[in-house]
């Protein structure tokens, strides 16, 4: 057996700047990249009433659309896609984006006082390919993903009518679930919080790089056979990269 080194991508299916500064602050190297077509959030009632699943299904559907696009590409190496959504849940009802300001008024009083669960989806995607047989390789694509929740649980002070009418006007509330940003101006509505911070911000960073190391990677190892020449048919199938075995043992993870 011989080894060779095979170069990781590591992409983010997201157009959120916030995911993306936890990222770097991890000290990941990554692109941002979101594919070409629209991606369909809409859930079926059954699913939205298992909120921890809905947001697993939607980080899903964000990874493989950019997933469909890469393969399109025909690149070469290991490119991990991370997909990811949150979602705020209370008495078992996902809040989503608010779509005005006064439905952003209305879910900051729903939360008033209470404690809510903030849970955040994320989805890995690996996706080993060889080299065309045009450059001398294979061509062959290996395909893996793996899909987590983490929650986190929230407790808003009690908020004045002024308290959210304020907040309201940061302008904070109109491209966050739930209506507020715990890691800007909405910090203030806080009283207490239960579990990962980065995880309500979008993006669960230390349970992502427990379950998939390689992300931190620049490159991975994987054995091949040797090629022989000249080789029999039979032989050249034996020549191929132990792709499924890279893919599957960069995509391991328990679930959170």
């Given at each position: 057996?011989?080894?060779?080194?095979?170069?990781?991508?590591?992409?983010?299916?997201?157009?959120?700047?916030?995911?993306?500064?936890?990222?770097?602050?991890?000290?990941?190297?990554?692109?941002?990249?979101?594919?070409?077509?629209?991606?369909?959030?809409?859930?079926?009632?059954?699913?939205?009433?298992?909120?921890?699943?809905?947001?697993?299904?939607?980080?899903?559907?964000?990874?493989?659309?950019?997933?469909?696009?890469?393969?399109?590409?025909?690149?070469?190496?290991?490119?991990?896609?991370?997909?990811?959504?949150?979602?705020?849940?209370?008495?078992?009802?996902?809040?989503g984006k608010p779509y005005s300001a006064d439905h952003a008024?209305?879910?900051?009083?729903?939360?008033?006082?209470?404690?809510?669960?903030?849970?955040?989806?994320?989805?890995?995607?690996?996706?080993?390919?060889?080299?065309?047989?045009?450059k001398g390789g294979d061509g062959k694509v290996s395909l893996?993903?793996?899909?987590?929740?983490?929650?986190?649980?929230?407790?808003?002070?009690?908020?004045?009518?002024?308290?959210?009418?304020?907040?309201?006007?940061?302008?904070?509330?109109?491209?966050?679930?739930?209506?507020?940003?715990?890691?800007?101006?909405?910090?203030?509505?806080?009283?207490?919080?239960?579990?990962?911070?980065?995880?309500?911000?979008?993006?669960?960073?230390?349970?992502?790089?427990?379950?998939?190391?390689?992300?931190?990677?620049?490159?991975?190892?994987?054995?091949v056979v040797p090629s022989e020449t000249p080789q029999s048919?039979?032989?050249?199938?034996?020549?191929?990269?132990?792709?499924?075995?890279?893919?599957?043992?960069?995509?391991?993870?328990?679930?959170?």
């Open positions: 057996m011989e080894t060779i080194t095979i170069p990781v991508n590591v992409i983010l299916a997201s157009k959120s700047p916030r995911r993306k500064q936890l990222l770097e602050e991890a000290g990941v190297s990554f692109t941002v990249f979101t594919g070409s077509s629209e991606v369909d959030e809409s859930l079926e009632p059954d699913l939205r009433a298992q909120p921890a699943e809905a947001v697993k299904k939607l980080a899903e559907r964000k990874a493989g659309a950019v997933v469909q696009d890469i393969l399109a590409q025909n690149p070469v190496g290991l490119g991990i896609i991370i997909g990811a959504d949150t979602t705020v849940v209370l008495d078992g009802e996902m809040l008024r209305e879910m900051l009083g729903r939360l008033s006082g209470r404690t809510h669960e903030v849970i955040t989806g994320v989805s890995v995607w690996m996706v080993l390919l060889n080299e065309t047989e045009e893996a993903f793996r899909s987590f929740s983490e929650s986190s649980f929230v407790t808003f002070k009690e908020l004045s009518t002024e308290d959210i009418n304020a907040y309201v006007a940061t302008g904070e509330t109109i491209d966050k679930a739930g209506a507020y940003g715990i890691q800007g101006k909405g910090g203030k509505l806080v009283e207490r919080l239960e579990g990962d911070f980065n995880n309500v911000v979008g993006l669960p960073v230390d349970t992502l790089l427990k379950n998939f190391p390689d992300i931190l990677k620049e490159s991975i190892e994987a054995e048919s039979e032989a050249a199938q034996s020549n191929e990269v132990s792709q499924s075995d890279a893919a599957s043992q960069s995509g391991e993870a328990a679930d959170a």
